[in-house]
């Protein structure tokens, strides 16, 4: 009979390794590995969200880009000399012809 209980010794070997004082006694390392794989996983959830974030803030930028380049050149067409005359027209201003005369305030003399 003792050669059978070798036998199933020597034929599983890892029995011995995982008894019950064995688990309990390494209970505090089991729960940091815990610890460890939920702030793991946590990370990596807070990665995605902060990825997440910059693609929107990114798209959200190229958006105000194009918008801002719209506004830009608009404002350059519209300050053309050509555009601001025909937009002036309703108002009745025109472009003057003559040439623009210097005004000149006369000096009084104190003697």
């Known amino acids: 009979?003792?050669?059978?209980?070798?036998?199933?010794?020597?034929?599983?070997?890892?029995k011995g390794l995982f008894n019950y004082q064995w688990i309990v006694k390494n209970i505090?390392?089991?729960?940091?590995?815990?610890?460890?794989?939920?702030?793991?996983?946590?990370?990596?959830h807070k990665a995605d969200r902060t990825i997440r974030k910059i693609n929107s803030t990114t798209t959200e930028l190229?958006?105000?880009?194009?918008?801002?380049?719209?506004?830009?050149?608009?404002v350059m067409?519209?300050?053309e000399e050509l555009q601001i005359v025909k937009a002036s027209e309703p108002?009745?201003?025109?472009?003057?012809?003559?040439?623009?005369?210097?005004?000149?305030?006369e000096k009084k003399n104190s003697n």
């Open 91 to 105: 108002l009745g201003l025109k472009v003057s012809k003559e040439m623009p005369q210097r005004l000149q305030a």
């Open 77 to 79: 067409f519209k300050s």
């Open 28 to 44: 505090p390392f089991f729960l940091f590995l815990s610890v460890l794989t939920v702030l793991y996983i946590a990370n990596g």
């Open 62 to 74: 190229k958006e105000l880009q194009y918008e801002y380049k719209t506004l830009k050149s608009e």
């Open 1 to 14: 009979m003792s050669e059978q209980t070798n036998d199933k010794i020597n034929k599983n070997p890892l």
